[in-house]
């Protein structure tokens, strides 16, 4: 294994750019859902485990859960309602199980940081993550960069360069900063880094417009 | 590896790419782990549910499986058995709950292609996919282009251009194709269409090695 890397012991401080998660209410559920998540892939079909009992099981949260929710069109309103940041989104937010979550913090030289360790369902290539989730990490980043550097937009070009496999189970450095704003366009880039190496890159063409939300 | 045909799920003919879900067995409890995630992001905090009850009772069957579950090792070797297409990756595998999953099939010109519709938990602007899980599903797609294509590789450089927001709730066709092989490098392209226009355009350069497999 990998020599533990600084990332491990360096607290990203700088304001919180990211939807703070609560205690308990329907993030603390969303936090139980990402463990069943992991530990079904660690567990598989070989331990013996009563898989149709889990199933049935988390079908009833799931339709307890259902019954008692409000229609999508106002549920869609609730999760946008304000200017602020959302909490669903699937790379940072507290209410979606798909997020690691990552946490990003603004920085006082214009770019926003966090560490994040990915574990099973973020695989790609055997103990490493997945290249489309390094995008997907990489793509909201330079999105929560350009909120922080003050304009945003919406993603029209990314391109990502794979220079060396990003592991599993250890910290992750994802970086992003706003670069330059050309009337509508913005440009933006970020980077994953793991012990001190760079991983991956991205750079960013943003168009400044944005979807009306839903209300 | 047997490649049976599965024209049940999906209106894309020709022979299935990916894994085979299963009726039960992990399988299963992966399926209800996926309304469980769609369920807490369509509920929310505002519904009334018992969301510290329900954290209790995922928590019960994460701790539950995990007692049961070999070592990290075992299981990473165990994921990694054989030649085959693999059951656990984070866009196509029964295995994992943050795949939608998407079911690819090759056709006889030689691309491939899926049909998938994406709920909440991919939601990135106001009803619209995240740019980044877009990507994910492109970067992924490739790949399988280009295990059907004959050449697969590592991902070197993924460009993607995003011509038109991505709905929500619609179906979704998700195709692939591999290009050209020049030595070790590959180039492979693809697309996300909505309604017949297309969404997102991807290309990737791949280079021909693997990480190896845990054994």
């Not at 998540?37 to 049935?56: C, E, H, K, S, Y």
């Not at 304000?82 to 946490?103: F, K, Q, S």
Request: hydrophobic content about 40%.
């Amino acid at each position: 294994m990998s020599i533990p890397c600084d990332e491990s012991t360096t607290a990203v401080t700088g304001p919180r750019l990211v939807a703070e998660p609560h205690k308990d209410g329907v993030d603390a559920a969303v936090d139980a859902a990402r463990r069943v998540v992991t530990a079904l892939l660690r567990a598989g079909d070989g331990t013996g485990a009563d898989m149709n009992g889990i199933a049935a099981r988390l079908d009833a949260v799931a339709d307890g859960l259902t019954e008692k929710a409000s229609s999508m069109e106002t549920r869609l309103a609730e999760m946008w309602r304000g200017e602020g940041i959302t909490r669903h989104d699937p790379v940072t937010g507290p209410e979606n199980a798909l997020a690691p979550p990552l946490h990003l913090h603004g920085k006082e030289d214009g770019s926003v940081e966090g560490v994040v360790t990915l574990g099973l369902p973020y695989q790609g290539p055997p103990g490493h993550v997945h290249g489309g989730i390094s995008a997907l990490l990489l793509d909201h980043t330079l999105g929560v960069a350009n909120h922080w550097g003050g304009l945003s937009g919406m993603t029209a070009e990314l391109t990502l360069r794979y220079l060396r496999p990003t592991p599993l189970f250890e910290p992750l450095t994802v970086t992003g900063r706003q670069i330059s704003v050309d009337g509508s366009r913005i440009r933006t880039v970020g980077e994953i880094r793991a012990g001190g190496h760079v991983c991956v890159t991205a750079a960013g063409l943003f168009i400044d417009k944005q979807l009306p939300r839903p209300s």
